[in-house]
């Protein structure tokens, strides 16, 4: 069975800075991996998914994910922190077949921006 | 961008008392889900649901949980005796399609504690 694991419950950083949220992930066939982003009282939202193909993903809001099989990782990263970036991100897994498609998440990161 | 709705986005009940969590999938979505988040746990998927009944569901729908769609639009889960461990974010979710690197769509969730 695939899983999800991210290193980090809470990360901070300052406003400007470098994120980096770290996802690390099993799964016995290829992947298809997605971040999601939680702002506060609000849904899951897409952030960007990796399926085939190039392995640097972009996503919304500046973010982008790079797939590395050898290190079975899709880290989450965006050059500089802005005060908006603050809240939850899961990674997940895709996994399944015809019709019973579900997710696999991690535990979450919750990100803090520093002013 | 279209959403899922979930209602209500609190709900307190008593233990040992039925609650019913509501969504409103997306309308041209034919696959729904529901997935719950433990306070500083992983998002864990709970059921699928398709063509009228379910396609999947995990350990943890047993059988104090089912689901519902009564009317082609409302996507229900029911908790017929709900117990202290049932506090949670209940998150639900649907697609378009079938394949496995599809976006889900995800409603800002229903808050349940039970006292």
């Known amino acids: 069975a695939q899983s999800v694991t991210q290193l980090g419950s809470h990360v901070s950083v300052s406003e400007g800075a470098l994120v980096l949220l770290r996802c690390n992930y099993s799964?016995?066939?290829?992947?298809?991996l997605f971040w999601y982003v939680q702002y506060p009282n609000q849904g899951l939202q897409l952030l960007l998914k990796y399926t085939t193909g190039a392995t640097l993903v972009k996503g919304i809001n500046g973010f982008e994910a790079e797939f590395k099989k050898s290190e079975t990782s899709f880290h989450l990263t965006k050059p500089s922190a802005h005060m908006s970036d603050a809240a939850e991100y899961f990674c997940a897994v895709s996994e399944g077949t015809s019709g019973t498609y579900k997710y696999i998440f991690g535990t979450g990161t919750r990100l803090k921006v520093l002013a | 961008e279209p959403e899922v709705t979930q209602t209500p986005s609190h709900q307190v009940t008593q233990m040992g008392q039925e609650v019913i969590l509501r969504c409103v999938p997306i309308s041209n979505h034919l696959y729904f889900y529901w997935y719950r988040q433990i306070l500083g746990q992983k998002v864990e998927f709970l059921v699928s649901?398709?063509?009228?009944?379910?396609?999947?569901k995990s350990e943890i729908f047993d059988d104090q949980f089912s689901v519902e769609r009564p009317d082609g639009s409302n996507f229900t889960l029911k908790i017929r005796s709900t117990k202290l461990e049932d506090s949670a974010m209940y998150f639900c979710?649907?697609?378009?399609?079938?394949?496995?690197?599809?976006?889900?769509?995800f409603g800002s969730g229903t808050q349940l504690s039970v006292l």
């Open positions: 649901f398709y063509n009228n009944e379910i396609s999947e």
């Open positions: 979710a649907s697609r378009q399609g079938d394949t496995t690197n599809e976006k889900l769509f």
């Open positions: 799964s016995s066939v290829p992947p298809y």
